[in-house]
């Protein structure tokens, strides 16, 4: 039996939409809880409101869409969720970056990050994802907080920079 593209792609957007179904049904809360009257503050920090940052959306359709993707990436054997932005002008130097050295900024670079703006635009999970991919630098983009870093050298707030992270330096 021959499949083709499109085939493929539906059955794994179906496969994707009954996982998510399934999670979300035997995530499903046990017990309801209210809050009465003015008393506003959580019962217990499960209760309490979370913020979740997901870089693949934040409602269910969004996850399902995200589910349907993996699943056609996986299938059609490409990247899903590429990290990077293209980048918008010259290469800015990383190593300016505190804990940026030669081999993490040509690593970086292979990534696809090639400007402060593209570092600084991640959002945690991107960074935890992007960890991953670093090898033996793994961890030094949160340890270091590149992307924060990032954030003030793409808006030119040197003055910032330094006050937070100590005096501008670079290869």
């Given at each position: 039996?021959?499949f083709?593209?499109?085939?493929?792609?539906?059955?794994?957007?179906?496969?994707?939409?009954?996982?998510?179904?399934?999670v979300?049904f035997?995530?499903?809360?046990?017990?309801?809880?209210s809050l009465?009257?003015a008393?506003?503050?959580?019962l217990?920090?499960?209760s309490?409101?979370?913020?979740?940052?997901?870089?693949?959306?934040?409602?269910?359709?969004?996850?399902?869409?995200a589910?349907?993707?993996?699943?056609?990436?996986?299938?059609?054997?490409?990247?899903?969720?590429?990290?990077?932005a293209p980048?918008?002008?010259p290469?800015?130097?990383?190593?300016?970056?505190?804990?940026?050295?030669?081999?993490?900024a040509?690593?970086?670079n292979?990534?696809?990050f090639?400007?402060?703006?593209?570092?600084?635009?991640?959002?945690?999970?991107?960074?935890?994802?992007?960890?991953?991919?670093?090898?033996a630098?793994?961890?030094?983009?949160?340890r270091?907080?590149?992307?924060?870093?990032?954030?003030y050298?793409?808006?030119g707030?040197?003055?910032?920079?330094?006050?937070?992270?100590?005096?501008?330096?670079?290869?």
């Amino acid at each position: 039996m021959n499949f083709d593209n499109t085939t493929l792609i539906v059955a794994g957007a179906i496969f994707a939409a009954v996982i998510l179904l399934l999670v979300l049904f035997l995530r499903r809360p046990k017990q309801r809880v209210s809050l009465s009257g003015a008393e506003s503050r959580p019962l217990s920090p499960t209760s309490s409101a979370r913020s979740i940052d997901l870089a693949e959306g934040r409602g269910v359709a969004d996850e399902g869409a995200a589910a349907a993707k993996d699943v056609a990436g996986q299938i059609l054997g490409v990247e899903a969720h590429p990290l990077v932005a293209p980048a918008d002008g010259p290469p800015d130097n990383l190593q300016t970056l505190k804990g940026v050295g030669p081999k993490l900024a040509a690593q970086l670079n292979a990534a696809g990050f090639t400007r402060f703006e593209q570092l600084a635009r991640l959002t945690p999970n991107e960074i935890a994802l992007l960890d991953e991919r670093m090898g033996a630098f793994k961890g030094r983009l949160a340890r270091d907080r590149v992307s924060e870093q990032a954030a003030y050298l793409a808006r030119g707030d040197t003055e910032g920079f330094e006050s937070a992270f100590g005096k501008l330096g670079g290869a």
